[in-house]
């Protein structure tokens, strides 16, 4: 339907671009300031609705800084969490002592694991203590979490916290973590996720290959850096509902896990998220909401914790470091006829989204190419290194990185041009995945000759 | 010397959970006046899945955006939902919501056969009303419809749904089966200068092709690409977290731990292709994580075409460029490819 554009609409257009400018408005609006129009009126009115370049309700707030996120939340008498954190990377912990925290000025309430009913998650094996009790697995394990007055009071009070630990050998590199002999970070073996994927002959279709390329790519451990950290505040309501905010951005799961960890019955349970500032996959599970809900029970007080920049990378989830061995076999003609590919996901020292990590990886890892002979074969190790898990591509911008560096590398040896080997190869619409499972809606070759009409490809060198 | 250079690289990439269940719910409320209230177990963490849940929910009840008002993300007001993961909200939350959204029709369907004199199946809602599909002149005001329905009638338009995307286990030994419903698919081209005495690359300029299925919004697909590239330019020249030899992150902050700035990030071109699948709420598939995918092999594609070195340790740093400029520079000159 076309746009309708008024007499009457442009001269409220005319009218807004003559108004004062925002500096007549308060700093901060307040709630009952009336809306300013959007931007582009018309939008938002259109039907039909969907296609339309509409825009987002709370750009206002966010643009004029007036959003508030849970950092901005306050209630009366809310008390500040800080969390005591491992000093080892693998240890055995002897003792905790926590007799002079309560001496400390300001502390109001201690937890320490013991405490927590059921003490541990995890999104696909439940291996990861809310707080540890005998033993640390990496340096972002908490220990010791501690409710005060304040935010410094609370980061003070730590120092009063004697834990005594006796050091295990340590492991951090994942392809030595899967050596037998390699120390053991939990009680199953370390490769504790895998993921295999078999199509056609592999073995054959290097044999009838022209030539062959083989090439180890390596990924970093990368963090979501989300504006806003983790944070969550928890109060027991007079109903006795526990009634949590949190930055958590799967809240069904969260309060299912909350549920788990605290004993209590879902409808008890009450998780707003509030908006998030950034999430990337970093949110996808709960991080200090158990802790805030036992220590506001203990305390009979709101209690508020949110993660420095620090504990944001130490302590939360971290994209999977990939170790890709590929090996591709190729006609001279240039279309791929085999390709072999190892993956070694280092997973942290918590199972975290692991394993669906692993599986996207392995499924997407050949790319979008027929090949008609693939193995895939993906595992996730245990490390003593910071929990990796859910982040934006779960594996796929790792498998993207190492496959498209090989395209290039083939197109390169050779002379192809790399546009025209991925038009070659490239999915096309029913084609078989290495799953066997046949595409629908399949716009890849649409997209590459797009972004090559774009960026004038086929007229030559920059 | 700069040396210009550049390089493509496209990609695949699912919808929703590999096989396993992830249902989402959604309630749709139309209230007296014609306007609609959305509640959905999802959670808005920036990319603006709310503003797209409403304009499909608007779509299905022939209504516009700012008709529609979206509730999130409390578990004792929303229904269920898996949650803001996996490239899912606008393909399976959205499909709840159109769901819930036709059940609410139904009922103003049949409020209004009764006040045209027709079948329900021969009406349409569109335009904020509510139509005869062969003959749009003979028509009532959607808020009418639904005044009627909940006042005269005692019906209010409700209506409430559930979906999950349709997959096929994986075969354990060989991984044959369906794990997604849906792909999309993206090329990025990346135009690069690389340094050859300081090895430091700066991205020029990103034209990106991204196939979203329809585009429930353009504008908010293109600010998800955008988003994505920043992220991918930052894993592929800068980012990295680093480990002393007790385990111990050496980097855990932003002075030490480089993310891209708005400085560091070039001009992008995104053009948004529309394919149409079939099982989509109007054809939609989803657009979050693939964004970034496919930047780090173009931005290291392109550096070999311009200076010949080929990094296969990210993060491409100077440093790592400029050792490999010059191992290449002891067999042969340098240059492009």
């Known amino acids: 339907m076309p746009r309708k554009v008024t007499e009457e609409k442009q001269a409220e257009a005319q009218q807004l671009l003559e108004a004062p400018p925002a500096t007549h408005l308060p700093a901060v609006a307040p709630d009952s300031l009336p809306k300013a129009p959007a931007l582009t009126p018309e939008v938002n009115k259109q039907t039909p609705a969907v296609g339309q370049r509409v825009t987002r309700p709370d750009i206002r707030t966010h643009i004029t800084g007036t959003t508030r996120y849970i950092d901005d939340l306050s209630f009366p008498g809310m008390l500040h969490v800080k969390i005591l954190r491992s000093a080892h990377a693998h240890a055995r912990i002897l003792s905790i002592n926590v007799d002079a925290l309560h001496k400390m000025p300001g502390v109001v309430a201690t937890l320490t694991g013991e405490e927590v009913p059921v003490n541990s998650f995890g999104s696909t094996y439940q291996d990861q203590p809310v707080l540890a009790v005998d033993r640390v697995r990496h340096r972002g394990d908490g220990i010791v979490a501690v409710a005060a007055e304040t935010e410094q009071q609370a980061l003070e009070a730590l120092d009063a916290v004697k834990v005594d630990y006796e050091p295990l050998p340590a492991v951090f590199d994942p392809l030595e973590a899967m050596d037998p002999d390699a120390p053991k970070i939990h009680r199953i073996d370390n490769v504790y996720a895998s993921k295999v994927i078999m199509r056609g002959d592999v073995d054959r279709g290097f044999e009838e290959s022209d030539q062959i390329f083989e090439r180890r790519y390596t990924t970093p451990m990368i963090e979501h850096v989300p504006l806003e950290p983790f944070a969550a505040i928890a109060l027991w309501e007079p109903d006795g509902q526990l009634h949590v905010y949190s930055t958590n951005g799967r809240i069904t799961l969260g309060r299912a896990d909350l549920a788990r960890t605290l004993s209590l019955p879902m409808n008890r349970i009450r998780l707003t998220a509030t908006i998030i500032g950034g999430n990337f996959g970093g949110k996808n599970e709960i991080r200090t909401e158990p802790i805030v809900a036992l220590l506001a029970k203990k305390s009979g007080r709101p209690v508020k914790a949110v993660y420095t920049r620090q504990e944001e990378f130490i302590a939360s989830t971290t994209r999977h470091p990939l170790v890709m061995d590929y090996k591709t076999g190729i006609a001279n003609d240039g279309r791929l006829l085999a390709r072999s590919v190892k993956l070694v996901l280092d997973g942290g020292a918590y199972a975290s989204w692991s394993e669906t990590t692993v599986g996207k990886a392995a499924i997407l890892a050949a790319g979008p190419y027929r090949i008609p002979n693939v193995r895939v074969e993906g595992r996730a190790v245990y490390t003593n290194k910071t929990v990796t898990g859910a982040m934006r591509g779960f594996g796929a911008p790792q498998v993207a990185f190492a496959y498209e560096s090989q395209m290039d590398e083939i197109a390169y040896s050779l002379g192809i041009d790399p546009l025209e080997i991925r038009l070659l190869n490239g999915f096309e619409e029913g084609s078989i995945s290495p799953t066997g499972q046949v595409l629908q809606a399949v716009a890849l070759k649409e997209t590459l000759l797009m972004a090559a009409k774009r960026s004038r490809w086929r007229e030559g060198d920059l | ?337």
């Not at chain 2, 578990?75 to 490239?87: F, L, R």
């Not at chain 2, 697909?221 to 480990?243: C, K, N």
């Not at chain 2, 392109?302 to 067999?331: C, N, Q, S, W, Y």
């Open chain 2, 1 to 337: 010397m700069k040396r210009p250079g550049r390089g493509i690289a496209c990609m695949w990439y699912p919808i929703g959970f590999t096989v396993a269940a992830n249902p989402s719910s959604a309630v749709v409320k139309v209230n007296e006046d014609g306007t609609a209230t959305v509640l959905t177990g999802t959670v808005e963490v920036g990319q603006g899945s709310l503003t797209v849940l409403g304009q499909i929910a608007a779509q299905e009840l022939g209504i516009s955006a700012d008709d529609v008002h979206v509730v999130s993300a409390d578990t004792d007001i929303a229904p269920m939902d898996t949650g803001a993961i996996a490239s899912r909200t606008t393909f399976v939350t959205g499909n709840a919501v159109r769901l819930a959204a036709a059940e609410a029709k139904t009922i103003l369907l049949e409020v209004a056969s009764e006040m045209l004199g027709m079948e329900p199946g021969e009406l349409e809602a569109a335009d904020h009303r509510i139509r005869a599909k062969t003959f749009p002149d003979k028509q009532v005001a959607l808020a009418e419809v639904a005044a009627r329905a909940q006042i005269a009638r005692g019906r209010p338009p409700l209506g409430s749904a559930s979906f999950n995307p349709p997959t096929i286990s994986m075969d354990p030994e060989t991984g044959q089966g369906k794990p997604f419903a849906a792909y999309v698919y993206a090329t990025q081209i990346a135009e690069v200068e690389v340094d050859d005495e300081t090895g430091e690359v700066e991205v020029l300029r990103i034209c990106a092709a991204h196939d979203s299925g329809t585009a429930i919004n353009p504008a908010l697909v293109e600010g998800q690409v955008e988003g994505g590239i920043a992220m991918g330019i930052g894993m592929a020249l800068e980012e990295e977290i680093l480990f002393d030899a007790e385990g111990r992150q050496v980097n855990p902050n932003l002075t030490n731990y480089l993310i891209p700035t708005s400085l560091d990030v070039p001009r992008i071109e995104v053009d948004v292709i529309q394919s149409y699948d079939p099982l989509g709420p109007f054809g939609a598939k989803g657009v979050g994580e693939p964004t970034l995918v496919p930047t780090m092999p173009a931005i290291l594609n392109a550096i070999h075409d311009a200076v010949g070195v080929r990094i296969t340790d990210l993060p491409a740093t100077a440093e790592k460029v400029l050792m490999a400029i010059k191992e290449r520079a002891e067999v042969k000159p340098l240059g492009r490819g």
